[in-house]
């Protein structure tokens, strides 16, 4: 029965909280390009994040978690930062980490390579190009 997968074959759905849809909407959907799959108002905002579905989900009080909800696996991570950064989008810093990068880009000792940011709720997201 351990080897018997469960779940390992079904498709993930990931969820984000929000509190405020309008902004969320203009974000993921303007900002980062996801496209929106469906508006189930008051419940969520469903995103399409290459085939896995994102429900951006409303709450009418939120604390951002301190690490990572949300991250892409990117071809090319500068690519990416700058286009982000050209849509206005900030780059977070963590001392020690990535601080002398101009980009905001950490060099993981596996060979990743990571940058983090913000959406307009406070929850940090990343795009991470892995070592190939």
Known sequence: ???ESILGKSKLVAFV???????ARAFYEGT???HLASDERPFALVFDANGTMVRVTN???HKPAPFTVLGWDVE????TVDRLAGAG???LRYPGMNDSDPRGIWN???GARVAWFHDPDGN?????????
């Open 1 to 3: 029965m351990a080897n």
């Open 17 to 23: 909280a929000v509190t405020d849809f309008a902004r």
């Open 124 to 132: 940090v997201l990343s795009v991470t190009e892995f070592l190939r």
């Open 32 to 34: 980062l390009g996801l």
């Open 59 to 61: 709450v009418h009080e």
């Open 89 to 91: 989008v900030a780059f």
């Open 76 to 79: 090319n991570i500068e690519y």
């Open 108 to 110: 993981a000792p596996s």
